[in-house]
Structure formats: C-alpha cells, structure tokens
C-alpha cells in the first residue's frame, strides 16, 4: 500500500506573487511533501480601517476551510499582518484554524517569535517593503515582546502586488545596510518580497542570520507535521536548527552561485 504525500496547507494574500513558486522551489527536493494554496483578499497594506479590515478572521477562516476539503496536514497563515497588528492576532486565528478544521495551524509571524527566542536574539534588524507606520507599528510590536528592532530599512509601498517588484540585490542591500548598523539577526517582513533564495549566501557574507517570512512559514510548517527541516537543503541556517549552520552544512555550488548573484544583480 502506497503511503500518501505530506500535505502542507498555505493561506496566501490574494495579490501575492512570490510565496508560491518559492515555496515550491524551498521543497523541491521532498517527494513526500507537496503544498496547496488557498487565497483570501489581500490588495493594500496600511493601517486605514480598510486596509486593517483585510485581516479580519471571516475572510481568512473561509480560506482555510476550503484548504481543510484538501485533508491538508497543516493550515499556516503565510503572511505577516500579526507584525503590526499583535501577535495575539496570529495566536488566536491559529485558535480558531484548529477549532473549525480540526488541523493544526501556525503562522510566518508566530515563526519568526519562535525563532528569535529559541537562538536568543534580542537585537533585530527589520527589512520590509512597507510605510513608515506599519514599520514603526511592527517595532512596537515586537520591541514589547522583546525584541529590538536596533536598525530598520522600509521602502515606504503599500500596494500589496508592487512589493513583489523588488529585486533580491536591492533587497540584498538593504539587509547589508542594517547589518552594518549592528543587530544578532536580521528579518526579511513581507511573503511578497524575494528574499528567502539570498539569505544563506547573505548569511556567509555578512555572519549574522537573515530569517526571510516565507522562510519561517516552511519551518514551522514542517515542524509541526514532523519532517525534519534540515531535509531543506541550501536556503540558509534555519533548517538545520543553529545560526549560521548552512556553512556547516555547505550549501555547495548553488549557495556560491547566490552569492555570485547579490554582487552581479544577476
């Protein structure tokens, strides 16, 4: 009797181009997992009651009941609207995920709090694409949990679709930027910008971690359906569980070939 696929379920913001395709690139090399996707409208990010209204849980639980028609073994919600909305936002619709579904749920943000106390960062540099006062909202956030934000880059967007524009080697740049200003890890905030593919060659460069969002999502996702992350071959230290572990892994030619990249812009 053939055993069935592990089957991961994302939540994916309606206008978002990057989390699928790199998502899918990030398992790749795992034949017994595949990822299914489920989108809710998501056009603008800002603190306008419109903007907030994006978020409420209606939206987002219809999303995910659809998912659980899949027999998904895991919900996540694959993006970061808990960084300026609280992360009891994310702790509670993961609540009602499990009470509707009866599926496990986790999220990109509740991820990137998990991680930062498991390798006891305190000192973060923030990478988003967003306004000023979505980004002052996620320091406030997370400076109240813990975690300071010692340096921040936002390019000031809010058109959910437009961050998706971005380049890795400006978004390499501006992760270069912060770490010379000093922080123990860096967080790339946004599941529509590409910076998942970058982080281990970034990591190399510069000595600190770079945590991307979709990253963390695929981590924890995997975690609690029970696959060992360091099966996630060449996408920076998190998977195999230390910082900097991708060098002790060697992420070989295609973390080289990255890098290549960050300094080309190609």
């Known amino acids: 009797m053939m055993s069935r696929s592990i089957r991961l379920g994302m939540l994916t913001p309606s206008s978002n181009t990057v989390l699928e395709p790199m998502t899918q ?20 990010i800002g603190l306008s009651s419109q903007a907030r209204g994006q978020f409420d849980e209606a939206e987002i639980l219809n999303a995910a009941e659809l998912l659980a028609h899949a027999k998904v073994d895991v919900i996540a919600w694959n993006g970061t609207s808990a960084g300026w909305l609280g992360f009891d936002r994310d702790e509670r ?6 009470a509707l579904t009866g599926i ?44 300071a934000c010692t340096a921040e880059r936002h390019l000031g967007l809010s058109e959910n679709f437009s961050f998706a524009a ?33 982080a281990g060659a970034l990591e190399q460069e510069l000595g600190i971690p770079v945590y991307d969002s979709i990253a963390t999502t695929v981590w924890k996702s995997l975690q609690r359906v029970g696959v060992d992350c360091a099966r996630v071959r060449g996408w920076g230290s998190l ?28």
């Open 166 to 198: 971005i380049g890795e080697a400006q978004v390499a740049g501006l992760v270069r930027e912060v770490a010379r200003e000093g922080c123990e890890a860096v967080a790339i905030v946004c599941t529509n910008m590409q910076g998942a593919r970058i």
């Open 239 to 266: 998977f195999d569980g230390s910082p900097l572990g991708a060098q002790a892994h060697g992420a070989g030619d295609g973390a080289a070939q990255r890098g290549r990249m960050l300094t080309t812009g190609r």
């Open 93 to 98: 619709l993961c609540e009602r995920i499990v």
């Open 25 to 44: 690139a990030m398992l790749s090399g795992l034949a017994d997992v595949t990822v299914h996707f489920s989108r809710f409208k998501v056009t603008e």
């Open 104 to 147: 496990r749920a986790c999220t990109s943000i509740l991820a990137f709090h998990e991680i930062f106390n498991i390798h006891k960062h305190r000192q973060i540099g923030l990478v988003t694409p967003y306004t000023r006062d979505v980004q002052d909202r996620i320091m406030a956030n997370w400076q109240g949990a813990g975690f």
